[in-house]
């Protein structure tokens, strides 16, 4: 089984083609009392991908069932690269104050506490 269910918060736009759209999502948790943060690459296709554009700016809560892929290639020097992001199958707008942000002290995600 291959599924991955992200919560976190839409980053920058990577994407202009109208049925392909490829974002980040930001995760933050506090660990040893300093704030971190990880960026987690997806793509979404046609119906998904307008909804998302549409609906979703940079900062947005956002919620999205999908599955992990590699993909790989080669770059201009010869070497052979990798990449992993998050092909999105279902998605759920979430409300500002669900996902904690860099600038809200929640408990939960405070891993020293």
């Given at each position: 089984?291959?599924?991955?269910?992200?919560?976190?918060?839409?980053?920058?736009?990577?994407?202009?083609n109208?049925?392909?759209?490829?974002?980040?999502?930001?995760?933050s948790?506090?660990?040893?009392?300093?704030?971190?943060?990880?960026?987690?690459?997806?793509?979404?296709?046609?119906?998904?991908?307008?909804?998302?554009?549409?609906?979703?700016?940079?900062?947005?809560?956002i919620?999205?069932?999908?599955?992990?892929?590699?993909?790989e290639?080669?770059?201009?020097?010869?070497?052979?690269?990798?990449?992993?992001e998050?092909?999105?199958?279902?998605?759920?707008?979430?409300?500002?104050?669900?996902?904690?942000?860099?600038?809200?002290?929640?408990?939960?995600?405070?891993?020293?506490?």
């Open positions: 089984m291959n599924v991955v269910i992200l919560l976190g918060h839409h980053d920058a736009l990577q994407s202009k109208p049925a392909v759209y490829k974002f980040s999502i930001r995760e948790w506090k660990k040893g009392g300093e704030w971190q943060s990880a960026f987690h690459h997806c793509v979404a296709f046609d119906k998904t991908a307008a909804l998302i554009q549409e609906h979703f700016k940079k900062g947005s809560a919620g999205i069932e999908g599955r992990l892929t590699q993909n290639w080669e770059d201009d020097s010869g070497s052979k690269r990798k990449s992993t998050v092909v999105v199958n279902r998605l759920t707008f979430l409300p500002k104050d669900l996902v904690p942000k860099e600038d809200k002290e929640d408990p939960t995600f405070d891993w020293d506490k």
